[in-house]
């Protein structure tokens, strides 16, 4: 029933930035724990940032701490990740992705949990050049 659009990937080279942009629709957003997963290719998915707007938190991957941010636009519900100093390792799809439990909000808040997420974004690409 939530539907979720990313946009803003592409190629850009080592030491770059980009801005992700996830574009939700649906009622009662902040029921949802909300942020970004990756899948590099031949490898599998990893949790990058996320947020529970309900507990008041935020995780993120320690690969990308201190390089990425995670951010809400209260007026439109759009999450974004910015991504500075990019590295060949970041190349992969990035997903929104959003889910409903405890346990996805406890852990999108940096607590103990789990990022099970029922809804997903179809991706987008992004590609960091050596």
């Known amino acids: 029933q939530l539907q979720l659009v990313e946009s803003g990937g592409g190629l850009v080279q080592p030491g770059g930035s980009l801005r992700l942009s996830c574009a939700p629709s649906g009622p009662a957003l902040d029921a949802y724990a909300i942020g970004w997963f990756r899948q590099a290719p031949g490898k599998g998915r990893e949790a990058v940032s996320c947020?529970?707007?309900?507990?008041?938190?935020?995780f993120y991957a320690d690969s990308v701490k201190g390089r990425f941010t995670i951010a809400r636009d209260k007026a439109n519900n759009t999450v974004y990740l910015q991504m500075n100093s990019l590295k060949p390792e970041d190349t992969a799809v990035y997903y929104c992705?959003?889910?409903?439990?405890?346990?996805?909000?406890?852990?999108?808040?940096?607590?103990?949990?789990?990022?099970?997420?029922?809804?997903w974004g179809k991706g987008t690409l992004v590609t960091v050049s050596s």
């Open positions: 992705a959003a889910g409903s439990t405890p346990v996805a909000h406890f852990y999108c808040s940096g607590d103990e949990g789990s990022p099970s997420m029922e809804y």
């Open positions: 947020m529970s707007s309900r507990l008041g938190g935020t």
